[in-house]
């Protein structure tokens, strides 16, 4: 018997039940007009996903039992609403039961239409590819700028801290949003528990790109701040930039700046390049800035020493790592050779990189290719690799060389 009919009978059993019930004949037979289940359907298309309104339009029924076709529970009421997550054309019947009988209606095709033809929504979720998108805060200045009501900018951030440019924030095509807060929620200034903020969404065709709104209490994208009735304004959408702007509850604005999420090899050479180009420096301002040892123990040789020890010729070194591949070497006046122990003259050492994936401990690593480059020591890696052991927006530890090269360098660098 199929999943029609079985309902069918149960609405049977349903009205016969009421037809026993009468006390004025005692009869226990159905008597009357068998219903024919006839319905109409109106699409609100101006959010998605879509709802229909489904409106009954059967005489002598009093028991209604509705499958929209998408294999989600059956629903009962003379009239329903349903929505519809992904756009397809939906078989919709409605089972009608009353005092004759029951009977179910032909199928009625609802066809839902599809919102990724929109510019805004299509970038959002990927919904012409996966079907899914993650996005983290710009690393850049102004990742966060504040407005006022008219427009005029009232603020715009530096470099976000690390405990925001780890956030992840993820749309799928199906309308559902997820937040993985990574190390935690930066809020009120510092680094917090991390916050849940999962939700299903609403997505408005209206403007340029369309506007997102968040249909749980608490969720929010980008700032854990509250934004007026959850709603995000899409100001600029590409497949490299999404910008989002809420209204905050005094009246003001805030936009928010995010790039994809990339890859941890990918996310190693935004950091180190800045995006654009970086430059960085030994850290002089920390204890062992360099030390030196192997693969097994890295500080077993060597150690530089309490924070200021670094020459001052060798700590003013300027490094610079562009998303081209390009090195640049600026010495600011003098180079100290390691084997001599003496400030020198400037060495030329500007030179091309190629970059990937850490051969032995690290998240990644790069190769000078010109011989005799190098960076900190002047003797360092004469494999000319460098594995990034670990790197954030401002701080990077750098090994010069290969697993199995000996000795090995470490240095903590900071970007200028």
């Not at 019930?21 to 101006?46: H, M, Q, Y």
């Not at 799928?172 to 999962?198: E, K, Q, V």
């Not at 999404?242 to 936009?255: F, I």
């Not at 190769?367 to 594995?387: C, D, E, H, K, M």
């Amino acid at each position: 018997m199929s999943t029609y009919f079985r309902h069918a009978a149960l609405l049977l059993a349903g009205a016969a039940a009421l037809a026993a019930c009468r006390k004025d004949t005692g009869a226990t037979s159905l008597e009357g007009i068998i219903p024919t289940p006839a319905f109409t359907v109106t699409l609100n298309t101006s959010q998605y996903p879509v709802t229909a309104t489904f409106t009954n339009t059967t005489t002598d029924a009093f028991l209604y039992q509705w499958d929209f076709g998408d294999g989600s529970p059956l629903a009962s009421g003379q009239n329903v609403t349903h929505t519809y997550k992904l756009p397809d054309t939906y078989r919709v019947r409605l089972t009608a039961a009353g005092r004759g009988g029951s009977s179910v209606s032909p199928q009625l095709p609802v066809t839902i239409p599809t919102i990724c033809g929109n510019a805004g929504y299509a970038v959002l979720t990927a919904c012409g590819g996966s079907g899914a998108t993650s996005w983290t805060l710009s690393d850049q200045p102004g990742a966060v700028v504040k407005l006022s009501a008219s427009g005029a900018v009232l603020s715009t951030s530096p470099v976000l801290n690390a405990c925001q440019l780890d956030d992840v924030f993820s749309f799928t095509s199906n309308f559902s949003y997820a937040y993985d807060a990574g190390a935690g929620t930066f809020a009120n200034g510092t680094c917090g528990t991390a916050r849940t903020g999962n939700s299903d969404f609403v997505y408005r065709p209206s403007g340029t790109l369309g506007q997102l709104v968040l249909q749980r209490n608490k969720s929010f994208i980008g700032l854990p701040d509250s934004v007026v009735n959850k709603t995000y304004d899409l100001v600029e959408a590409t497949a490299t930039r999404l910008r989002l702007q809420g209204t905050n509850p005094d009246g003001t604005k805030t936009v928010t700046t995010y790039i994809p999420q990339l890859s941890a090899l990918d996310r190693a050479k935004q950091l180190l390049t800045g995006g654009g180009a970086r430059t960085w420096l030994i850290d002089n301002s920390v204890a062992d800035a360099i030390i030196v040892g192997n693969e097994a123990n890295i500080s077993s040789y060597n150690k530089s020493g309490s924070a200021g020890s670094v020459p001052a010729c060798q700590a003013d070194d300027e490094y610079t790592f562009s998303t081209a591949g390009n090195f640049t070497y600026n010495a600011n006046g003098q180079t100290f050779v390691a084997i001599d122990y003496t400030c020198q003259a400037a060495r030329a050492n500007n030179t091309t990189f190629t970059f990937g994936p850490a051969s032995g401990a690290g998240v990644a690593q790069f190769v000078l290719a010109a011989p005799g480059s190098f960076i900190g020591v002047t003797n360092a890696a004469t494999s000319r690799i460098y594995r990034i052991i670990s790197i954030d927006d401002k701080h990077m530890t750098l090994r010069a060389g290969g697993p199995t090269d000996d000795p090995l360098f470490e240095f903590k660098m900071v970007a200028k």
